[in-house]
């Protein structure tokens, strides 16, 4: 009697082969401005994280925080205003609500959308004060790409809080559309508004 064996297929372990944020979301994905490639942290052995808490003291040298995840960074500035401060698995939350949105909306992956919001986000030129003792007038100066990155995050997590205050819409629906509107560089934004109000008074001082 012949003895048939099946074969088995052996499965690979839930998440082996590949990191997905919040074990849904591909981090495969580019980073379309050439200055800010080596400042974003994505899509990398180390920023390639499940959940967006590493727990990194980031703080502690200049420039290192241009290692920490991008989505970290984001929950990060999420956790604004005394209230909310060392909330961070609230803040996560919000964030893992607002990707789903997004993803729901664009029908893209949020990362891109997100790195494309950070990239559009930051103004280009800003006002400086020059000139010591009495004298000082405002001069036109370019503004750094990290600075860009930074600014940028700050004034999306700024726009959602606003827009949420004293809102029936919760704040991970804001945060979605402040994202959404930045990445297409639409007025509706806050973050877009104030980039060319930035931009507007760094041209008068030029």
Not at 97 to 113: H, Y
Not at 131 to 155: C, E, F, I, Q
């Given at each position: 009697m012949?003895q048939?064996?099946?074969?088995q ?5 839930f ?9 849904t979301y591909?981090y495969n ?8 490639m080596?400042l974003?942290?994505?899509?990398s052995?180390k920023?390639n ?6 727990s990194g003291?980031y703080?502690v ?6 290692t920490?995840?991008?989505?970290e ?5 999420m956790?604004?205003?005394g209230r909310n ?11 893992k609500?607002?990707?789903?949105i997004?993803?729901?909306?664009t029908?893209k ?8 919001a950070?990239?559009l986000?930051?103004?280009?030129e800003?006002s400086?004060?020059?000139?010591s003792?009495g ?5 036109s ?8 990155v ?7 997590c700024t ?6 205050f ?5 704040i991970?629906?804001c945060l979605?559309?402040?994202?959404i ?8 934004s ?6 060319e109000e930035?931009?507007?008074?760094a041209?008068?001082?030029r």
């Amino acid at each position: 009697m012949e003895q048939v064996t099946e074969k088995q297929e052996v499965k690979s372990k839930f998440f082996e082969n590949e990191v997905k944020l919040f074990g849904t979301y591909d981090y495969n994905v580019p980073v379309e401005d050439i200055t800010q490639m080596e400042l974003i942290a994505v899509n990398s052995s180390k920023s390639n994280v499940f959940i967006p808490h590493t727990s990194g003291r980031y703080q502690v040298k200049r420039f290192r925080k241009a290692t920490c995840p991008i989505i970290e960074r984001l929950t990060n500035c999420m956790m604004r205003h005394g209230r909310n401060t060392g909330k961070k698995n609230l803040a996560i939350q919000i964030v893992k609500e607002a990707m789903d949105i997004i993803s729901l909306v664009t029908g893209k992956n949020p990362l891109e959308t997100l790195l494309k919001a950070i990239s559009l986000g930051g103004p280009r030129e800003d006002s400086a004060r020059t000139g010591s003792g009495g004298t000082a007038k405002k001069s036109s100066v370019d503004v750094s790409p990290m600075k860009r990155v930074n600014l940028s995050m700050y004034l999306m997590c700024t726009g959602a809080r606003k827009a949420s205050f004293r809102n029936i819409r919760n704040i991970a629906e804001c945060l979605a559309d402040e994202i959404i509107a930045c990445s297409q560089g639409a007025p509706s934004s806050f973050a877009i508004r104030k980039k060319e109000e930035i931009e507007r008074g760094a041209k008068a001082n030029r």
